[in-house]
Each structure stands twice: as structure tokens, then as C-alpha cells.
T-cell receptor, first 116, second 114 residues
Framework: KNQVEQSPQSLIILEGKNCTLQCNYTVSPFSNLRWYKQDTGRGPVSLTIMTFSENTKSNGRYTATLDADTKQSSLHITASQLSDSASYICVVSVGNYGGSQGNLIFGKGTKLSVKP | DVKVTQSSRYLVKRTGEKVFLECVQDMDHENMFWYRQDPGLGLRLIYFSYDVKMKEKGDIPEGYSVSREKKERFSLILESASTNQTSMYLC?????????????FGPGTRLTVL
């Protein structure tokens, strides 16, 4: 069964600290993996996307890694800011449907709170 | 700039009412989606559409229907709202391209059914 598991469920850190969020998946065939940031009461916004051949991708203070062998991804946030408080959702795309899109597997998300 | 808009941010309806949630995208995307998001369950796909007048069931279509008469507009319909349909509803769109399949989300509609 295709699944995406994220950990931890929630995390509280102090402003300025670093943190790492985890995503493990059992999806086959794998197409790509994306991390979304979702502010409270808003829709998700894409942070990074990685295909099978990419093992790291950065977007400012956000760095995502992908290990396709172990089927694990992580999202590292450097020098956290209060505005990083949000839910972070890992999404894995199944195969390549050429555009037909009923093939995304969503993790349940990690809720990050950054405290001053 | 990419934009997906939803007709309401907050909506309160009574059990048994017919509810329409509207979504409009201005990116000329072929694909459009409706999700619901509940605490502890994440996003779940209700319906999607890959072309005008085309629709496909997602994981949880029961109690919902959709309409796509124009490319830019995708409507979610609750024929007879029930309390278990209280949720955050998110619309998304994406281009029909192989590969990255990025979806762009709207701001969401928080629906409460009393």
C-alpha cells in the first residue's frame, strides 16, 4: 500500500534554532517528492521538489534531502524564524501519469511552532 | 503570478442544505482538484478533473459531486450537507505536464455544518 509517514507529529523550537523534519514513504513507482508549507488557515505552498536523481534541494533556509534507496526524505530548517511556524506536508507522486493527477500520496504533516 | 481563488473563506450551513463551493484558477491549467483536510487525517482527495466536463472520483467521493463547465472553474457540491462534512476544503490546480505535477492550492474554505 502506498503510504507517506511523517515525524514528528508536532515540534516546538526556539527562534534561531535549527530543526529537521522526517518523511518516510512506501510508494511505487516513485516519481517525485515535494515538501509543502501550510500556514494556519491557508492553502499549502510548495517549498521544494525532488525527482529520483536528486538528493538535495534548497530554498533559502529550507533544505530538503532525498534518499531513494531507503525511501526517506528530510526537511532541514536553518536559523528558524517565527514565520516558520506552520504545518509541513510531505507529498509523494506515484509514477508518471503524464498529467492525470489522481496520484499524489500526502503525509499527515508536521506542525512546527517556533517560539521567541 | 499563479492564483487559485475560492468563493468563501468561511461558510456555515445547516444539515440538509445544498452547498456549493466554487474554485477559480487563472493559470489556464487543465487539472483541478478538490480536497478536504481534517486534523490527524491530512489531505484527502474528493474529486479531480483533467478537462472541461470530465471528472474522476478520488478517495472519498461519497456525499459530494462536482461540476466543470469551464476550464477555469471547478465546483464542489454537497447535495445534502451533513455534520460529518464539517471540514476545511481546499481546491488545487495543475498543468497537464509530465514530470513535476506541481499543484497550486487555493486559500481554503472552512465549512461548518450545524
Amino acid at each position: 500500500k502506498n503510504q507517506v509517514e511523517q515525524s514528528p507529529q508536532s515540534l516546538i523550537i526556539l527562534e534561531g534554532k535549527n530543526c529537521t523534519l522526517q518523511c518516510n514513504y512506501t510508494v511505487s513507482p516513485f516519481s517525485n517528492l515535494r515538501w509543502y508549507k501550510q500556514d494556519t488557515g491557508r492553502g499549502p505552498v510548495s517549498l521544494t521538489i525532488m525527482t529520483f536523481s536528486e538528493n538535495t534541494k534548497s530554498n533559502g533556509r529550507y533544505t530538503a534531502t532525498l534518499d531513494a534507496d531507503t525511501k526517506q526524505s528530510s526537511l532541514h530548517i536553518t536559523a528558524s524564524q517565527l514565520s516558520d511556524s506552520a504545518s509541513y506536508i510531505c507529498v509523494v507522486s506515484v509514477g508518471n501519469y503524464g498529467g492525470s493527477q489522481g496520484n499524489l500520496i500526502f503525509g499527515k504533516g508536521t506542525k512546527l511552532s517556533v517560539k521567541p | 503570478d499563479v492564483k487559485v481563488t475560492q468563493s468563501s473563506r468561511y461558510l456555515v450551513k445547516r444539515t440538509g442544505e445544498k452547498v456549493f463551493l466554487e474554485c477559480v484558477q487563472d493559470m489556464d491549467h487543465e487539472n483541478m482538484f478538490w480536497y478536504r483536510q481534517d486534523p490527524g487525517l491530512g489531505l484527502r482527495l474528493i474529486y479531480f478533473s483533467y478537462d472541461v466536463k470530465m471528472k474522476e472520483k478520488g478517495d472519498i467521493p461519497e456525499g459530494y459531486s462536482v461540476s466543470r463547465e469551464k476550464k477555469e472553474r471547478f465546483s464542489l457540491i454537497l447535495e445534502s450537507a451533513s455534520t460529518n462534512q464539517t471540514s476545511m476544503y481546499l481546491c488545487a490546480s495543475s498543468p497537464r505536464l509530465a514530470g513535476y505535477n506541481e499543484q497550486f492550492f487555493g486559500p481554503g474554505t472552512r465549512l461548518t455544518v450545524l
